[in-house]
């Protein structure tokens, strides 16, 4: 019924009945005066700018070549490193599978290399994507150069702390899980590494064999945490990104023709809006094409790891050193993926919205032209935008519960095992 109410109006619009219009749908007409906003101080609007801490990650992490001088020596330093770490480091847990002296032991190492093994691969996808990562930034750049009325940069300011507050919950997940790890390896009288892993050498003959193990899994964790936060973070600031520019247009939109009277520039005003409207869908599809592999990756590993660390924690785990660490590892999987479920969620039903904020501009007072741009611009927006992670997860609030639930599932055949 809303939808057949909807066309109809659009019907009216198109043969310019503005009377009948407001009769049927008078809800819809919702005049909105600009007063501008007296902001001082106002920093410049610079999307770019959240990612630096990204490619200097990357850079660190030895794949962001276009950001460096001497090629040569970096393609080197990456090489090596990649090598070390990315990929020798889930090997050299890997290959200590089920393989240790207490349940507790393996499911540890279970849990970690599932975790690396995951890490790795995204951090791979990432690396072959960096282009697209560039392309995204110069479509984010139109976007910014849009954003000049005082109320949108108010709004820009907002979508700033969201940014850094998106950053700011990764590191406060992984600090408590790094710092329970460590302390229950510390605690313990015997020796023991960080993880249960396996080496070419018995760790267990000498003080040296042990430190250099021991200090090769310190420094390859440092960098599997790095790699981590910044396949994590990206996907969820990406989103954000997109919710606050799709926030902005909606805003823009909907003051066309109050504060300005000549038809013309009304009509300028709103191709321009059009052509906001088409770049915020190209980022939409860049946004996919980075994070989709990662993010089925990441759905797939949470519902593992969690299972795992309930399982740990209630059948395996008797030491009270362990425990704290299995407790903030239940807390810290779900939290990986929730801001990015948030942010799927929410730019979905702000491009859903976006109709609705150009009916709240004065089209009524407006041309022919105006008013037939306006249908192309409504209808665009009713184009459904649902980003897919490896094209069968939703990136969704959805998915984040039926994660937990799958998580639970799974749970629940290992107590009917235990049982039996």
């Known amino acids: 019924m809303e939808n057949t109410k909807y066309l109809f109006l659009l019907m009216q619009l198109y043969a310019c009945d503005v009377e009948s219009f407001k009769i049927i749908n008078v809800e819809y007409i919702s005049r909105v005066v600009f007063v501008p906003c007296q902001i001082s101080n106002m920093d410049a609007v610079a999307s770019t700018d959240f990612f630096k801490p990204h490619w200097l990650c990357w850079k660190i992490l030895g794949i962001a070549r276009q950001k460096v001088k001497n090629k040569s020596a970096y393609l080197l330093y990456g090489i090596i490193l990649n090598i070390v770490v990315t990929l020798y480091y889930p090997i050299h847990l890997l290959m200590s599978l089920f393989q240790n002296q207490t349940a507790t032991d393996n499911l540890k190492n279970f849990a970690i290399s599932v975790t690396c093994t995951a890490c790795t691969l995204k951090f791979l996808i990432y690396a072959i994507k960096l282009d697209k990562v560039r392309e995204?930034?110069?479509?984010?750049?139109?976007?910014?150069?849009?954003?000049?009325?005082?109320?949108?940069?108010?709004?820009?300011?907002?979508?700033?702390?969201?940014?850094?507050?998106?950053?700011?919950?990764?590191?406060?997940?992984?600090?408590?899980?790094?710092?329970?790890?460590?302390l229950s390896v510390i605690l313990k009288e015997e020796r023991n590494l960080l993880y249960p892993a396996w080496f070419p050498f018995n760790w267990r003959e000498s003080i040296l064999k042990y430190l250099l193990a021991s200090l090769y899994q310190m420094v390859g964790i440092s960098f599997q945490l790095l790699q981590n936060y910044v396949d994590d973070c990206f996907p969820s600031m990406a989103l954000c990104l997109l919710s606050g520019h799709i926030k902005i247009l909606g805003m823009r939109v909907s003051k066309?023709?109050?504060?300005?009277?000549?038809?013309?520039?009304?009509?300028?005003?709103?191709?321009?809006?059009?052509?906001?409207?088409?770049?915020?869908?190209k980022l939409f599809d860049l946004i996919q094409d980075i994070t989709s592999l990662p993010m089925f990756i990441q759905f797939t590993v949470s519902a593992l790891c969690l299972c795992v660390a309930?399982?740990?924690?209630?059948?395996?785990?008797?030491?009270?050193?362990?425990?704290?660490?299995?407790?903030?590892?239940?807390?810290?999987?779900?939290?990986?993926?929730?801001?990015?479920?948030?942010?799927?969620?929410?730019?979905?039903?702000?491009?859903?919205q976006l109709h609705y904020a150009v009916f709240r501009s004065n089209w009524m007072d407006q041309s022919q032209m105006y008013k037939k741009h306006m249908i192309l611009f409504t209808e665009r927006s009713m184009k459904p935008t649902t980003a897919v992670a490896g094209g069968m997860l939703r990136i969704h609030l959805d998915t984040f519960f039926s994660t937990c639930k799958g998580a639970y599932s799974l749970f629940a055949v290992i107590i009917r095992l235990n049982s039996n």
């Open 136 to 182: 995204m930034e110069m479509l984010l750049e139109k976007l910014d150069a849009r954003v000049q009325s005082a109320d949108e940069k108010q709004e820009f300011g907002k979508l700033r702390t969201d940014m850094r507050n998106i950053a700011y919950s990764f590191v406060i997940i992984y600090f408590p899980v790094i710092v329970t790890g460590s």
């Open 256 to 281: 066309i023709g109050y504060s300005v009277t000549k038809i013309a520039d009304n009509e300028l005003e709103l191709d321009k809006c059009i052509k906001d409207q088409n770049n915020l869908y």
């Open 310 to 352: 309930m399982a740990a924690l209630i059948f395996y785990v008797d030491d009270p050193i362990d425990r704290p660490y299995y407790v903030v590892y239940l807390l810290a999987v779900p939290m990986q993926i929730f801001p990015t479920c948030y942010y799927g969620s929410d730019f979905q039903y702000l491009f859903g």
